[in-house]
């Protein structure tokens, strides 16, 4: 991208947020970056930080409508606020059943149908969700975060087809392992109910609710540049993929999640196919 763009960038107070918004600056593009509580340890002419509760319909609305006034226009929307929650389906409570909802999948849908408008009258613009593998698949503990996610893919693939001839794309980054806090310090844990120990052993490797951690320990895998490099050089191309796959064992976890979902398929009146059929 040769020309100065305006990014609107959620959480951006760490990890894949704070890695994108210095690399997009870097490049010398304009960014809004939102944070929820922390100021950034950024300070750049072309960065505006503003507050931002994603569960808040209205302050999406109004932190969208300001980057757009403020900068004159909106070239690239990343919804990357959100985090994870581990329990059981059975031991999460309605409280956090509906805050993860409220901040992972209708916050993206708030800013998505926020930035819309602005990008339409544009006649381009592009919007990156900030998926994950648990996007595609789903693991025990993780139930709520995987419906959030999947909720996520699944209204960015209507919307994409809605908004592609309007010269909107649309980029759900599916992200594997990440080298940042977010499997650590920033994980919520419901209530344990005992009677789970023994597969939360098998499944997570402890049964310690909230799992033992370092202070500032991280989850491993991928480092953050190297993912926001990627992202930048997806929206930085004319075309790509609507799913874009980034991060160490990403591929491999959803190539295994999808072999499991064929061979599930495959044993079903109906679908009576090779798994090569299936695969087309």
């Known amino acids: 991208m040769t020309t100065a763009k305006t990014w609107l960038i959620t959480g951006a107070s760490s990890g894949l947020g704070l890695a994108l918004t210095r ?6 593009h304009r960014v ?5 509580k922390e100021a950034l340890p950024v300070e750049d002419a072309l960065l505006t930080v503003v507050r931002l509760d994603p569960s808040d319909r209205e302050q999406c609305r109004g932190v969208v409508a300001e980057a757009g006034r403020s900068t004159g ?29 409220d901040v992972d999948l209708f916050g993206p849908m708030w800013m998505t149908q926020a930035a819309l408008p602005i990008m339409r009258r544009q006649g381009e613009g592009h919007i990156v969700q ?16 995987n419906a959030a996610k999947w909720g996520l893919e699944g209204f960015s693939e209507a919307l994409a087809a809605e908004v592609r001839p309007m010269g909107i794309r649309v980029t ?4 594997g392992a990440m080298d940042t806090q977010w ?7 419901s209530t344990p109910n005992n009677d789970y120990d023994q597969i939360r052993e098998q499944v997570l490797g402890t049964a310690t609710v909230p799992w033992p951690s370092e202070p500032g320990a991280s989850g491993g895998g991928t480092a953050p540049d190297e993912i926001a490099r990627g992202i930048v050089n997806h929206v930085s191309a004319e075309c790509g993929p609507l799913r874009l796959v980034l991060g160490e064992g990403a591929a491999d976890q959803i190539a295994t999640v999808f072999d499991l979902r064929r ?18």
């Open 23 to 28: 690399y997009v600056l870097t490049a010398g």
């Open 32 to 36: 809004v970056a939102t944070t929820r």
């Open 73 to 101: 226009r909106l070239d690239v929307l990343v919804n990357n606020a959100g985090y994870g929650l581990v329990g059981a389906v059975e031991e999460v409570s309605e409280v956090e059943a509906r805050a993860i909802v």
């Open 130 to 145: 900030i998926s994950s593998t648990g996007g595609v698949g789903a693991m025990p503990f993780l139930g709520l975060y």
């Open 172 to 175: 759900l980054a599916e992200i």
């Open 183 to 189: 499997a650590t310090s920033s994980m919520r844990f």
């Open 263 to 280: 061979q599930d398929y495959a044993t079903q009146p109906g679908f009576e196919h090779t798994d090569t059929d299936l695969a087309r």
